[in-house]
């Protein structure tokens, strides 16, 4: 298998909001993590606004939504709550899977269930984001929300 290499600039301190949210959410038992694509792109768009419904109103109690951008970056917090969680849960925007390969970086036995958003859904998006309504875009996340809910969390 091939990989990159990267180097991340560390940095002192950590976001207040983000360890405040995590030091909340450190459960016993511990709660699902749910990882998302974060991309720019309208399926990471989908992707994001799926997960969010999925941590904040459909499954809140059973789950816990991860930053992406703390938890690969930082061995705090937010990565404390994917090495913690019951399971984890990656909602890729599309098959190139940025998150779960990100957090297999830094969590190199991380073995998430992934669920590709673009295949729960039937229209084929286009990468921009200025090209698909609200609409459109609250349709497809509550469609792959209510699928994976019903599917990997309250079976």
Not at 35 to 43: K, N
Request: overall charge negative.
């Amino acid at each position: 298998m091939e990989y990159e290499t990267i180097q991340i600039r560390k940095i002192e301190g950590a976001c207040g909001l983000c360890e405040e949210y995590s030091e909340k959410n450190i459960t016993t038992p511990p709660k699902i993590a749910i990882l998302s694509c974060e991309g720019a792109c309208a399926r990471g768009e989908v992707s994001r606004r799926a997960a969010n419904l999925i941590a904040h109103e459909m499954a809140k109690d059973e789950t816990v939504r991860i930053c992406l951008g703390g938890a690969f970056t930082k061995n705090i917090g937010q990565r404390n709550l994917v090495r913690r969680a019951e399971k984890c849960l990656a909602i890729e925007g599309c098959f190139v899977s940025c998150a779960t390969r990100m957090m297999q970086g830094v969590l190199p036995d991380l073995n998430p269930e992934v669920v590709l958003a673009d295949t729960l859904y039937e229209e084929s998006l286009p990468f921009g984001i200025d090209e698909v309504s609200d609409e459109t875009f609250s349709t497809y996340a509550r469609q792959v929300a209510e699928k994976v809910v019903g599917t990997y969390i309250k079976k």
